[in-house]
């Protein structure tokens, strides 16, 4: 009797593993990096709150769309599929060869750079000024391999190489470095309201909370060229679209991974920059590097 085999990609990601691929893609560096800039444009601690708060409403509505698409469409390629079913293949074949060749690889690499020179701070013998395999002074005319760009390359061999093991193995690490870093900022969240509290930020930022605030366009203004920042933060989550065709159940799972993902790491980010109000003075805030 001829049996059949099912072809096609393994659909081996739950809901679980879905929604840590959205976690995992948002959460980086940013929502440390950019609350600076933020406070400084809008010179008030609740136009910075208003700034994160339009942000979240704005990539959950862009969230929710994606997952109609998705659901529609729930096969591999993400904004890919989208791209080719409303613009025809050209639209489709040019975006992702962009991807594939500038976007995506550089985004890779440039993490991969930040998580080595980030490294460098625990480990000094990890440096940009100091060769691996080369000869002359680094940013002096040298040539070679530093230690922090063999680092950088190591890490993206190492994570190419456990993802060609299998979907399984891949979804585990990722979920891995999810639950750890939305963990962390869970901590982090948690110490500065328990632990971190200081009377004095607390008392300068909330009286006057919405000072130097009009109620105007301008605000509005401040409040929309500050949000670049907030949104560079909140960015990549739509790269769970790309896996749709191996998720299961996608067209429950991939707008629902999607709506939790950015929900959690929203709440988050607001949880975060509420701390940064309880323990810094709001023009501490401004001047933090």
């Not at 002359?136 to 993802?163: E, F, K, M, R, Y």
């Not at 060609?164 to 891995?176: D, H, L, S």
């Not at 750890?180 to 869970?186: D, P, R, T, V």
């Not at 930022?205 to 060229?225: I, M, P």
């Amino acid at each position: 009797m001829a049996t059949t085999r099912e072809t096609g990609l393994v659909k081996g990601l739950g809901l679980i593993d879905s929604t840590t691929i959205v976690m995992g893609s948002m959460i980086g560096s940013g929502v440390f990096i950019v609350a600076a800039d933020i406070s400084r444009q809008v010179q008030s601690p609740g136009l910075m709150m208003m700034t994160w708060f339009v942000t979240a409403a704005l990539t959950l509505i862009a969230a929710l769309s994606y997952g109609e698409l998705a659901a529609a469409m729930p096969h591999a390629g993400g904004q890919y599929v989208y791209l080719r079913e409303a613009f025809g293949p050209l639209a489709g074949f040019l975006f992702g060869w962009t991807m594939f060749a500038v976007i995506q690889t550089g985004t890779i690499a440039a993490v991969a750079v930040a998580f080595a020179k980030y490294t460098g701070i625990f480990f000094p013998g990890i440096s940009d000024q100091s060769y691996l395999v080369g000869f002359g002074t680094p940013g002096h005319g040298g040539i070679g391999v530093t230690t922090q760009q063999a680092l950088a390359i190591a890490v993206i061999v190492i994570l190419t190489l456990i993802n060609t093991r299998g979907i399984r193995t891949g979804a585990m690490v990722q979920n891995v470095f999810t639950f750890a870093k939305a963990g962390s900022l869970l901590a982090l969240v948690a110490a500065g309201f328990l632990v971190g509290r200081n009377h004095a930020a607390v008392a300068s930022n909330f009286t006057g909370f919405w000072r130097n605030a009009g109620w105007s366009f301008d605000s509005v203004r401040l409040v929309g060229v500050a949000m670049v920042g907030a949104l560079f933060s909140s960015d990549s989550w739509n790269n769970v679209t790309f896996t749709a065709g191996e998720v299961r159940n996608p067209r429950r799972n991939l707008p629902l991974s999607l709506a939790l993902g950015v929900g959690l790491v929203s709440a988050l980010y607001i949880g975060c920059n509420f701390v940064y109000l309880n323990v810094l003075p709001f023009e501490a805030i401004q001047h933090a590097e």
